[in-house]
């Protein structure tokens, strides 16, 4: 069935590039998307990427998709202690809207100052 | 302001009785549905809808029941709760299935 794989924790220093790394399964997804959660909050649609691109870059974030792999990955640059949280790598299941979406685990990082 | 808002935020209840969390929005979105988040498992769908009157299982709906009467609203229904339904539950909404837009949760512990 359809799986998405996330690594759970990342750690770096504050001002550094944050890398998070997600695998899926379901080739035939419209969106990917990236959640940001934060400690007692709620999901925060961070950004996302239409299945035709390859890149999309949104101030700090830059989003890369390799098809081919099957590889998503989310890259923070000048990573701030704000930008501690948990991020969920997700996709659309399959080609039909059923509002449903194929979580990670999600990742956690951790910004030291 | 658009937002989907969760009732209530935290709840602790006694296995068996009977409880609901409420979810409406106010985007006059289509779709909404219900996520359970638990540890190293991420979130999964418990159930959704597409529309009004329009709900269907999503993969972990046992012991859940859902109803979409007006388009704002998607209430989840535990009609006898217990220790494995413990757990933090998202309700979420989209105008087209995709970019969903979540609550903030609701911790419910079962004791």
């Known amino acids: 069935g359809e799986d998405v794989e996330q690594s759970l924790f990342l750690s770096v220093r504050e001002g550094d590039s944050s890398v998070i790394n997600c695998t899926y399964t379901d080739s035939s997804s419209t969106y990917l998307y990236w959640y940001k959660q934060e400690p007692g909050a709620g999901l925060q649609l961070l950004t996302y990427i239409f299945s035709n691109m390859d890149m999309k870059q949104d101030q700090r974030l830059t989003v890369l998709l390799n098809k081919k792999d099957k590889h998503l990955s989310l890259r923070i640059a000048d990573t701030q202690t704000g930008d501690s949280a948990i991020y969920f790598c997700a996709e659309s299941y399959g080609s039909s809207n059923t509002g449903k979406l194929i979580f990670g685990q999600g990742t956690t990082l951790q910004v030291k100052p | ?111």
């Open chain 2, 1 to 111: 302001e658009a937002q989907v808002t969760q009732n209530p935020r935290y709840l602790i209840t006694v296995t068996g009785k009977k409880l609901t969390v409420t979810c409406s929005q106010n985007m006059n979105h289509e779709y909404m549905s219900w996520y359970r988040q638990d540890p190293g498992l991420g979130l999964r769908q418990i159930y959704y809808s597409m529309n009004v009157e329009v709900t269907d299982k999503g993969d972990v709906p046992e012991g859940y029941k859902v109803s979409r009467k007006e388009k704002r609203n998607f209430p989840l229904i535990l009609e006898s709760p217990s220790p494995n339904q413990t757990s933090l539950y998202f309700c979420a909404s989209s105008a087209t299935g995709e970019k969903l837009f979540f609550g903030s949760g609701t911790q419910l512990s079962v004791l």
